[in-house]
T-cell receptor, first 114, second 112 residues
């Protein structure tokens, strides 16, 4: 069965510090990989996506993620966190073979301290 | 920038009542989806819709649920007889092709 694991439920970082949010997946097909962000009361905003090609992908708001097939991981990074980055972050996986339905991780809540 | 919109933002209903959640996908998108997120749980896929028919549905999407694209712009999710466990945030999404899904802000459904 397809599954996505985000091992960290909460992460707290200081403003200006670097950030890495972890995502591991188990999938029986070549996956598409996504990171979405949800601010309180808001919907799911797409941060970035990976389909194929260069395994390091750039997204909005200064985020990037690296696909590592050997580790089944797609970790999200940002070199310097801003207070406005405080939100919940979701990793999601899809594949054409599974009708492109997305399977989501449980989410990681990011807190930024000043 | 075009966005997916959803109405209402919050719906309160009595158990056993029918509800219709509405979505306006991005205008040139072809694939439409509903997901839900029960409080404290993961976002779960409900159904996908393409070319005026359901292309895939999860085991959650039983006979109490239906979807429709009644005109060229709206995409609706109907729950015929709501249960307490249907209380959740319901997200609509659309995609131009079978790839990137863009989500709406969600409708919070509360069943009393």
């Amino acid at each position: 069965a397809q599954s996505v694991t985000q091992p960290d439920i909460h992460i707290t970082v200081s403003e200006g510090a670097s950030l890495e949010l972890r995502c591991n997946y188990s999938y029986g097909a070549t996956p598409y990989l996504f990171w979405y962000v949800q601010s309180p009361g808001q919907g799911l905003q797409l941060l970035l996506k990976y389909f194929s090609g260069d395994t390091l992908v750039q997204g909005i708001k200064g985020f990037e993620a690296e696909f590592k097939r050997s580790q089944s991981s797609f970790n999200l990074r940002k070199p310097s966190v801003h207070w406005s980055d405080a939100a919940e972050y979701f990793c999601a996986v899809g594949a054409k073979e599974y009708g492109n339905k997305l399977v989501f991780g449980a989410g990681t809540i990011l807190r930024v301290k000043s | 920038e075009p966005e997916v919109t959803q109405t209402p933002s919050h719906q309160v209903t009595q158990m056993g009542q029918e509800v219709i959640l509405r979505c306006v996908p991005i205008s040139n998108h072809l694939y439409f989806y509903w997901y839900r997120q029960i409080l404290g749980q993961k976002v779960e896929f409900l159904v996908s819709f393409y070319n005026n028919e359901i292309s895939e549905k999860s085991e959650i999407f039983d006979d109490q649920f239906s979807v429709e694209r009644p005109d060229g712009s709206n995409f609706t999710l109907k729950i015929r007889s709501t249960k307490l466990e249907d209380s959740a945030m319901y997200f609509c999404a659309s995609s131009p092709l079978e790839d990137t899904q863009y989500f709406g802000p969600g409708t919070r459904l509360t069943v009393l």
